[in-house]
């Protein structure tokens, strides 16, 4: 019997032994695949904006390339749809691309707005419209024609509000692409012609996140154009991982997730993409201020094959007019809100009345709105949720009503953690950022603080988180356990005594990098070093007045030589 159990006990261990392998070889591969896709996203983009350089400029530009890759994108998404039902039917010549117009409308249109959201004829697919951009005098008014029929074709549907206005900022009539038609058309069809030729396979299927790659990709070659800056409108994807894990840590399900500022999408795809579908059951929900990104946004979840029926973005000022009130509470919060940005604060008296503020006691200062996003997340968290929200941070530190509310978070015991990111992670800015996180169900009263100020790699011009630096933080952000110079976790009475301080700083020493000098030892080796030089000085003494020496007898020889002559010539 013991034999046997030896057996069982040693089969378990090989086969325990050999998925942890293959799971390891399936990371390298996935890790390999993806900077292979990255390099080629990155090599074809930058070829498509060689072909217009001079002629758009360079923040305006991303907004063709991105509207041209989600044309793209969608277009293969329900080419593809109605491929395989056909297929399965065993039309297997069938293509959707080659059928016409109307038969398209005639047997096709019915049901399929309500089931993807939209409806592409097929002359309207951006693989048609490709093969002919060149030869094609209306290229540019055919694709605001097609983009414009796509949206208008969600009108009266459910998912009209998913894509109205979604195209507006791709004006492919605009004189920024040309005076004339002919040049319209002539950089039309070099971006058309470059985003045709980018090898993406099925998009969901990649294991980089290629929409946000080339935003990420364009926002780093862009971002000091005319002044203007992107990167606060794009969190950087293992930046966004990090945030996606810390919020799902020891849960195997969430109800949704939600990003108040959500930008370009890229932190609520990060949580997509960390998990399992079935794990997020009821979708993703955003508000953006700005239109841009606001549009980029639902492109993303299109991008990303997530259904209208699955997200809901909405466009407003998140702090003065939130729009996700009837969608409250979230298990997850994950959010990257601009910093310390001016907002209207108690200068509209009825906003201290507001649920999400009210508690405090106080408002964010009207020059520091950080506090407010603050407060508006953990207003919108669930009983049993976790936020984790990007900081600047001053706002550990700063006094006045900032402190107010440091006061009321640590006391009612909401801040789990504070981490401390390292310098340089986002576009557009150095600053050494920190993540906050909150919850509402904490186990005790303690409060976990990470340095992670060493955990980067550095590249040309951003220093990058990598996956060994997010496996290191996610360890620790578990086990909890103190480490010197790297974690403490510290009690309520300690961050009291601070008085309510909760910089990173205050709580993780620095390791002193410095070389560390032996006093003991140093004087040793002077005394020794003294001592030698007395040597060398008596010695060089000796050998002086040697030569002192020698050079008398030298000079009484000569002079005995010279007195000798001088007789010898005397006589």
Known sequence: KNNKLKIIIKKKGEVAKEKATNNMKNKEKKANNG????????????????????????????????????????SENI????????????????????????????????????????????????????????????LNTDIADNLKSIETSATGYDSEMALKGLFDDVDVTSNRLGATVAEKNSRLASILEGIAGINFGKFEENDIDAFGDAYEFLISRYASNAGKSGGE??????????????????????????????????????????????????GFYGQEINITNYNLARMNMFLHNIGYVNFSIK???????????????FDAIVSNPPYSVKWIGDADPTLINDERFAPAGKLAPKSYADYAFIMHCLSYLSSRGRAAIVCFPGVFYRKGAEKTIRKYLVDNNFV?????????????????????????????????????????????NNNVLQEENIDKIMKKFRDRKDKEYFARNVTKDEIIENDYNLSVSTYVEKEDTREKIDIVKLNKELEETVKRIDELRNSIDRIIKELETEDRKNEQKTEKKKSVKKKNGDK
């Not at 998140?318 to 509470?329: K, M």
């Open 315 to 329: 466009r407003g000022d998140t702090l003065i007019n939130p729009l996700h009130n009837s969608d409250t509470p």
């Open 79 to 138: 080419t593809e749809y109605f491929n395989k039902a056909e297929h399965e039917a065993g039309e297997l010549e069938f293509d959707y691309a080659n059928i016409s117009d109307e038969e398209a409308n005639k047997d096709f249109r019915e049901g399929i707005v309500e089931e993807k959201g939209y409806f592409i004829l097929p002359s309207q697919l951006f693989q048609n419209v490709v093969k002919t951009a060149r030869e094609n005098e209306n």
């Open 35 to 74: 900077t292979a896709q990255r390099a080629e996203l990155h090599r074809k983009i930058w070829a498509i904006a060689d072909s217009v350089r001079g002629a758009v400029d360079g923040w305006d530009f991303k907004q063709y390339v991105l509207g041209m890759l989600f044309y793209r994108y969608i």
């Open 233 to 282: 409108f794009f969190t950087p994807q293992l930046v966004s991982a990090l945030l996606a894990k810390i919020v799902m840590d020891g849960k195997k399900k969430i109800n949704k997730v939600y990003d108040p500022t959500c930008g370009s999408g890229s932190l609520l795809l990060q949580m997509k993409k960390q998990f399992e579908d079935h794990t997020i059951e009821r």
């Open 416 to 460: 789990d953690a504070v981490i401390q990111l390292p310098e340089n992670l986002f576009f557009g800015t150095s600053i050494a950022t920190c993540i906050l996180v909150l919850s509402k169900n904490k186990s005790d009263a303690r409060t976990l603080f990470i340095d992670a100020t060493n955990e980067f790699k550095k590249e040309t």
